[in-house]
């Protein structure tokens, strides 16, 4: 539970953090909604401003936002990654990029990746 709170209050105080300026001078979202897949599951509501703030931590936007140059607007997750299942361990499918991607950050940063941290 610690550590969620610490996770928690790093991303509140972050939000006072300017966004880094890498996708063409287009302002970053606050939040995602990650419906691309809500006939199968409840929508994901996540903070991107949140999570951007702390991109400075680590080795910036490219962890997340992978294979798109720094100075273009970055593509949606879905545009590479299908919604179905993928056969390739290098080109998940939309679910498995998700997880892939959130559930190693969390793991390393709080040590636990309970599901209701995402999904409410």
């Known amino acids: 539970m610690i550590e969620l709170l610490t996770f928690v209050t790093i991303a ?3 939000r006072s953090s300017p966004v ?12 995602v909604v990650l419906d691309d897949l ?16 702390m991109a400075d931590m680590g080795d910036g936007c490219v962890v997340c936002h992978h294979d798109s140059p720094a100075d273009a607007p970055h593509p949606a997750c879905r545009e590479c990654h299908t919604p179905g299942p993928s056969a390739s361990l ?9 997880h892939r991607q959130c559930l190693s950050c ?6 636990r990746a309970a599901c209701n941290i995402c999904h409410v």
């Open 106 to 111: 969390h793991t390393e940063w709080s040590h």
């Open 20 to 31: 880094p300026d890498t996708a063409a001078s287009q302002p970053a979202p606050a939040v």
């Open 90 to 98: 290098t080109m998940p499918g939309l679910k498995g990029a998700y």
């Open 38 to 53: 809500e006939d199968l599951y409840d929508p994901v509501r996540f903070d991107h401003l949140g999570h951007a703030g």
């Open 12 to 14: 509140l105080l972050d």
